[in-house]
Every structure is written in C-alpha cells, then in structure tokens.
C-alpha cells in the first residue's frame, strides 16, 4: 500500500514551500500576506523564551517581551538580531494581578500570544505552605493574560500555553509544579471550546537543556546520562527546539491542532519508565536540515531527512489496526536503519467495533507508543495524525510538514488530531 498525498486550497494564494521540509504548503489566511506579525511572549528573557523570542524576531515577527527580570530583558534587546524589528519591551511582574490588567493598554494588535513564564518549587512538599506565588504564575497569570489582551487579539489569533511533561505525569518534591501545570493542560482545552475564533493549543516541554539544568549539571547535582536514560530519544532537547515548536504553534499551520497538546519529550511520556533505555546512537538531525518527504513504497530522493508518510490505517478493515500498523513499521525498518521519521495518517472516526475486536485501536496506538520507545535511540521516529477523511484541511500540510520534519527531532510517540477547511487530499492504491 502507497499513498499520493496532495495539497490544494482553491481560495488561497500561491503556495510556498515550508522551510526546511520539503512540503509545499497553501499560504492563506490572517498570517499569509505581507502585514507585519505581532506576538507576545512572556518569559522571554531566559531558556525557552529567549530561544523563541529570537526565533520570531528571525522570521520577521515584530516582538512584545514580557518578563519581570528587566537586566535580562535589556541583555536580549542587545542581542537581538540587526535585520529584524525592534521589540517593545515590558518589565512585569506576572504574578500581579494589576500590572497584567495594566498591560493590555500598552499593546499593538496582536496575532499570537505565549504564555511562556513559569517557575518550579524544588525540594517542596505538595502540601508545604508558600505555592501561592507558583500558582499564580503558572496558572492564573495565563489566564489574566488572555483576559488583558482579548481586545487586542485579532481574529484568528494563536493563543499558546507553554505546559509540560510533568502536567501529565506527578514529579514529587516540586511543589504543586505539576498539578499547575496539569490545571494549564485543561485550561487550554476549554478555552479553545470558549474561543473557537482563536486556535489555542499548549505545548509540554520535556528535558530542556536551559541555563538552570546546565548549571545543574555544572555543579555535580544532575548526571546528565541519568536525565538520558529515561528519554527514548537519547538526548536532552534545546531550548532551540521547544521555540521551532512555539514558533509553529504561533504560525498559520497551528490551526488543525486547536485544543490540543503538543508534547515534545522525546518520547519520555509514552516509554513508562520501566527500564533504563539505550543512549543515542547518533546526533541530533539539524533542526534546518533539508527534509524528504515520501510515501511509503517509495524511494526517497537523494539527500536529506527521509519523512515517510503511510496512510495505509485509512483503508485498514475493522480489527485490523494492529496488524495494518505492524506491516507499515516493518516496511518502514527494513529502508530505515537511523535518522528518519514514519508518519501514519489514520481515520479520525472509527466504525462501532463487535466488542471481540474492540481492543484492535487501543493496542495499535500502545504499539506506536512502543516502537517509540524501542526506536528513539536510533534516531528513528513515528507519530499519527488523525484526520477525518480523504479530504481534510490545506493546513494539514503545514501540520504534516513540521511532525514529519527534523524541526519537531524530539516528537515521537503522538498520536494528534487534525481538524481543518480547505483540501489535502489521500490517494490510497494497492501496489
């Protein structure tokens, strides 16, 4: 079984190609013309923030920085790229309810708002007395934040929460660390219900090698190989990863995942934790690097990132998802031996199953955690996208684009839901 995937939207404008993918994607809506990009992010003058913030400021954004450390602020307004457009700084305290309130006099219109700022309570008790200051960071000033800029959001709007790995999963003796940033996870679910005009998404970091872990790692209290173990991946991400993340989740190509969460751990989230894993057995593709997208039953072209998409789960007969999914995986293991990704389109919507074959998805989607966790050392990944039929959204493509390219290296293990307008179209044939 191969696939043909093609992309059209009759109402957008010329395509383009995203960059450094390989997939052409249709440039339409609020981010497609030559107006300037306005995004706020807050926590932006250290580790994932600041990572993001010159990001943006690369791809043209013009920046509203947002952090309560103004020395820091000041030192990344002197970095700051000489081509791009100058940022509007903001020191603030986020954990005032006032100067958030405040804020929102003070801004241009906007076209994405991060919720980045966040802080950790290590060696806390959940119960110790004096989270009070970690709430309200972590979990109310994003919601005052969207209540302050809701008039100056534009329709279309990207709203991004920056959760993690640790609202899906208790880590002990953090405080309420984790169950802020589980309470932010569902915050963002509702309020994507609440504002379908915007598309809310959140994304959970897992490992980041911030300015806090390396001095950690300086100073003998963290083993790096100990942190490793536990990432199917093999390695600690960058802060440079999670702000391509971010800035795709601010981007036109966001669109199909409002509501959702995007984790980004390497697969630690789905590999259990039952055993230590292999270290890497290779680098990290560049984020940059060319990619080439193919379909399954294909041969790639010469040079660069092979991507390989396999929709052969759309056409797969009721009880059959676990063995279609193994076929595709070992037709994918026998042209892959390291540095690839295999992305499978699957049916968004499932036929009611006789209740002998209704564990046939739940084993299949167990099977793509497993061979995530199996496969990461490699350098191998795999992910679903779950679209609801042969035709879906011009913005899958972008959405294709960035899970099956090196730009998402540490995603892997996720299975996502697409959901949009316009036209990808999947063209199953028997080979």
Not at 201 to 217: D, K
């Amino acid at each position: 079984m191969t696939t043909r995937v093609h992309a059209s939207a009759p109402n957008s404008g010329p395509g383009r190609e995203d960059a450094g993918s390989g997939f052409a994607s249709a440039a339409s809506g609020p981010f497609s013309g030559a107006a300037p990009r306005h995004v706020l992010v807050t926590g932006a003058a250290a580790g994932i923030g600041r990572a993001t913030a010159l990001r943006l400021a690369r791809d043209g954004w013009h920046c509203v920085l947002v952090d309560a450390d103004t020395s820091r602020l000041a030192q990344l307004a002197a970095d700051w790229p000489t081509d791009a457009p100058s940022p509007r700084i903001h020191p603030v305290d986020l954990c005032d309810a006032a100067q958030v309130a405040a804020l929102g006099a003070h801004l241009p219109a906007l076209d994405a708002l991060i919720n980045n700022a966040g802080m950790s309570a290590g060696g806390r008790d959940a119960l110790d007395a004096g989270s009070e200051r970690l709430l309200a960071l972590n979990l109310d000033a994003p919601a005052r934040l969207v209540q302050a800029c809701a008039d100056r959001l534009r329709p279309g709007a990207r709203v991004v929460n920056v959760a993690s790995g640790a609202g899906l999963r208790a880590i002990p003796w953090r405080g309420l660390y984790s169950p802020s940033k589980a309470g932010l996870i569902a915050q963002t679910a509702a309020l994507a219900q609440a504002r379908p005009d915007w598309t809310v998404t959140a994304l959970a970091p897992g490992f980041v090698r911030t300015e806090l872990v390396q001095q950690l790692i300086d100073s003998g209290r963290l083993v790096p190989a100990q942190a490793t173990a536990k990432i199917p991946r093999g390695h600690m991400a960058e802060p440079e990863d999670m702000a391509e993340a971010l800035c795709f989740l601010a981007g036109e190509g966001a669109r199909p995942l409002s509501g959702q969460l995007l984790v980004l751990d390497g697969g630690s989230s789905v590999s259990g934790g039952s055993q230590p894993l292999p270290p890497a057995q290779a680098p990290l593709p560049p984020l940059d690097m060319a990619c080439t997208p193919h379909d399954a039953g294909t041969s790639p072209g010469a040079g660069g990132y092979p991507a390989v998409l396999d929709a052969s789960l759309m056409t797969a007969a009721p009880g059959q998802w676990l063995e279609t999914l193994q076929a595709a995986a070992r037709r994918f293991r026998r042209a892959h031996t390291a540095q690839a990704s295999l992305t499978l389109l699957v049916p968004a919507a499932l036929p009611a199953l006789p209740w002998a074959q209704a564990g046939d998805p739940a084993a299949a989607r167990m099977l793509l955690h497993t061979l995530a966790a199996e496969w990461g050392s490699q350098g191998l990944r795999i992910n679903a996208l779950a679209i609801d039929g042969p035709a879906v959204g011009g913005g899958v493509q972008a959405l294709l684009a960035f899970v099956a390219s090196p730009r998402s290296r540490f995603l892997t293990g996720q299975w996502l839901r697409a959901a949009a307008a316009a036209t990808t179209t999947i063209h199953p044939e028997e080979t």
